[in-house]
T-cell receptor
Framework: GQSLEQPSEVTAVEGAIVQINCTYQ??????LSWYQQHDGGAPTFLSY????GLEETGRFSSFLSRSDSYGYLLLQELQMKDSASYFC???????????FGAGTTVTVRA | NAGVTQTPKFQVLKTGQSMTLQCAQD?????MYWYRQDPGMGLRLIYY???????DKGEVPNGYNVSRLNKREFSLRLESAAPSQTSVYFC??????????????FGPGTRLTVL
């Protein structure tokens, strides 16, 4: 089975940097994904790490350490529109199921 | 392209009533999924269909049935609704056979209340 842990809430001011950590326990591993969900909306894909290291997409970066079963999502130059919930997710080999963490609610203050 | 569409957007049921949630995707994806989302619990997989003609249970299948009608459509049925099934239901699709990584595309959700 899969188990993912991430903080429930983070609050920061505009322009700041926020790091959302995700630790996982899985019976196999095919990579760590991150999804964003605005209040009342559908989750949308942000990033994926299949190998160790940092992936950068604009203001957002994601990191993975498979040896530590740990990853994080880094949000830089925070904007009000980044206020949302962020979910980490893992999929195991030979398994079509994606397991999600409970989500981290990021609140950006002016 | 509409992506993933779901109907209805909102629904109120009485305990014991039945209903079917509809989902369709126009991205020619092989795999489709039904999730439920409850406050503070993230997304939990109810059922999924890895490819047309197959369906499998996810994490929380009790009280639900699914039908993969064709490659585009995947429906979720509640035979006898219970208050515990009050939730937001999301359908998703992905092109799983394309490789190891599959980005899942979500529909707008159905907000279901069971009284």
């Amino acid at each position: 089975g899969q188990s993912l842990e991430q903080p429930s809430e983070v609050t920061a001011v505009e322009g700041a940097i926020v790091q959302i950590n995700c630790t996982y326990q899985t019976s196999g591993f095919y990579g760590l994904s991150w999804y964003q969900q605005h209040d009342g909306g559908a989750p949308t894909f942000l990033s994926y790490n299949g190998l160790d290291g940092l992936e950068e997409t604009g203001r957002f970066s994601s990191f993975l350490s498979r040896s530590d079963s740990y990853g994080y999502l880094l949000l830089q130059e925070l904007q009000m529109k980044d206020s949302a919930s962020y979910f980490c997710a893992v999929r195991s080999p030979n398994d079509y199921k994606l397991s999600f963490g409970a989500g981290t609610t990021v609140t950006v203050r002016a | 392209n509409a992506g993933v569409t779901q109907t209805p957007k909102f629904q109120v049921l009485k305990t014991g009533q039945s209903m079917t949630l509809q989902c369709a995707q126009d991205m020619n994806h092989n795999s489709m999924y039904w999730y439920r989302q409850d406050p503070g619990m993230g997304l939990r997989l109810i059922y999924y269909s890895a490819s047309e003609g197959t369906t499998d249970k996810g994490e929380v299948p009790n009280g639900y049935n699914v039908s993969r009608l064709n490659k585009r459509e995947f429906s979720l049925r509640l035979e006898s609704a219970a208050p515990s099934q009050t939730s937001v239901y999301f359908c998703a699709s992905s092109d799983l056979l394309a490789g190891v990584f599959d980005e899942q595309f979500f529909g707008p959700g159905t907000r279901l209340t069971v009284l």
